[in-house]
């Protein structure tokens, strides 16, 4: 069984230009979640789809940020435009069911800013 | 204070002894607590999931959860050289839909040969 694979492994791009992060969960896992580290700071949530649906997207710094999962399968995240501080390593996890489900987490994308 | 706590370490035990990972959580009624293990560059790989108080085993792993004192702790039995890693804590959310996972910063374990 394939795991949660996330693309591309690493972004590096100017201050004000777009980019697109994209997810592609367990198959078969309806949950999908986006996670955030940036650097010397703790793992923190981002939000949560059920199928296509933002259960909780509570943890979207603002509005430059746009997270879609159309059809429910795969997600993108979307920065535009892309600040200085959205440097960090963007990780997508994945679960079979919620709130207690166990959840499995991809390599990450990281992402530069500069 | 931060909602989950953990000492960022390095912790350095050598090869064959007990490792003991500790976390503390602010939220009384969280429900659901997990220790994952990241390697540099990988992605945060789970190894322990508790929900009860008490001990849960699973090979060299030992998860015990104290909700009284809002505690939860990671034993690693001979511990071996790739047991080298950051472990990260995890408690999942009080209550609802929400999968929202809050983490601690991580401790990062070094098993000396």
């Known amino acids: 069984e394939a795991g949660v694979t996330q693309f591309p492994s690493h972004s590096v791009i100017e201050k004000g230009q777009t980019v697109t992060l994209r997810c592609d969960p367990i198959s078969g896992h309806d949950n999908l979640y986006w996670y955030r580290r940036v650097m010397g700071k703790e793992i923190k949530f981002l939000l949560h789809f059920v199928k296509e649906s933002k259960q909780d997207e509570s943890g979207m710094p603002n509005n430059r940020f746009l997270a879609e999962r159309t059809g429910g399968t795969y997600s993108t995240l979307k920065v535009q435009p892309a600040e200085l501080e959205d440097s960090g390593v963007y990780f997508c996890?994945?679960?079979?069911?919620?709130?207690?489900?166990?959840?499995?987490f991809g390599d990450g994308t990281r992402l530069s800013i500069l | 204070q931060k909602e989950v706590e953990q000492n960022s370490g390095p912790l350095s035990v050598p090869e064959g002894a007990i490792a003991s990972l500790n976390c503390t959580y602010s939220?009384?009624?969280?429900?659901?607590f997990f220790w994952y293990r990241q390697y540099s560059g990988k992605s945060p790989e789970l190894i322990m999931s508790i929900y009860s108080n008490g001990d849960k085993e699973d090979g060299r792993f030992t998860a015990q959860l104290n909700k009284a004192s809002q505690y939860v702790s990671l034993l690693i039995r001979d511990s071996q050289p790739s047991d080298s890693a950051t472990y990260l804590c995890?408690?999942?959310?009080?209550?609802?839909?929400?999968?929202?996972?809050?983490f601690g910063q991580g401790t990062t374990l070094q098993v000396k040969p």
């Open positions: 996890a994945s679960s079979q069911g919620t709130g207690n489900q166990p959840q499995h």
């Open positions: 995890a408690v999942g959310p009080r209550s609802g839909n929400t999968g929202k996972l809050i």
């Open positions: 939220d009384r009624v969280s429900q659901s």
